[in-house]
């Protein structure tokens, strides 16, 4: 698992896209907070002081979240999962929907997978974000 501090919010959601078990830690939570629940897991932070107390953590010195993953593309492991697998939102792992009854009336009823978080309780479907999404990452040498 990676561990994301709050500075890094839409960066979680591409690594989550990416296959990455990603732990999000929101603004409420302090350093202190990370340190004791870190254990061996990588931390990303953009605090240098907070990755001064860190072992295993690795310091994102970019604000833009695309360059970002130009950091990190030669320092994270293989993903755990596939891309497209894990919610963007919560990690969870996305479930494919049987049927096409009763979805919401957002859902596209063309797209030919609808995957469900049922943490999130959202539906996911491929369309241009998700063209988009690979074109950025082909852009920077990822491929998805």
Aim: some cysteine; hydrophobic content about 35%; aromatic content about 12%.
């Amino acid at each position: 698992m990676i561990i994301v501090d709050s500075m890094l919010g839409k960066l979680a959601r591409y690594l989550r896209i990416m296959g990455y078990e990603v732990n999000y830690i929101t603004p409420d939570k302090d350093d202190d907070f990370i340190v004791r629940n870190s254990g061996n897991n990588i931390v990303l932070t953009r605090d240098r002081e907070l990755h001064s107390r860190l072992k295993n953590s690795i310091l994102i010195k970019s604000y833009e979240p695309v360059e970002q993953l130009v950091e990190l593309k030669d320092v994270l492991p293989k993903p755990d999962f596939n891309p497209w697998q894990l919610c963007p939102i919560c990690s969870y792992r996305l479930e494919k929907v049987a049927s096409r009854e009763n979805l919401p009336e957002y859902v596209s009823k063309f797209a030919e997978d609808i995957f469900y978080c049922p943490r999130c309780d959202k539906y996911y479907w491929q369309g241009s974000h998700t063209s988009n999404f690979k074109k950025m990452m082909e852009s920077i040498g990822l491929e998805i």
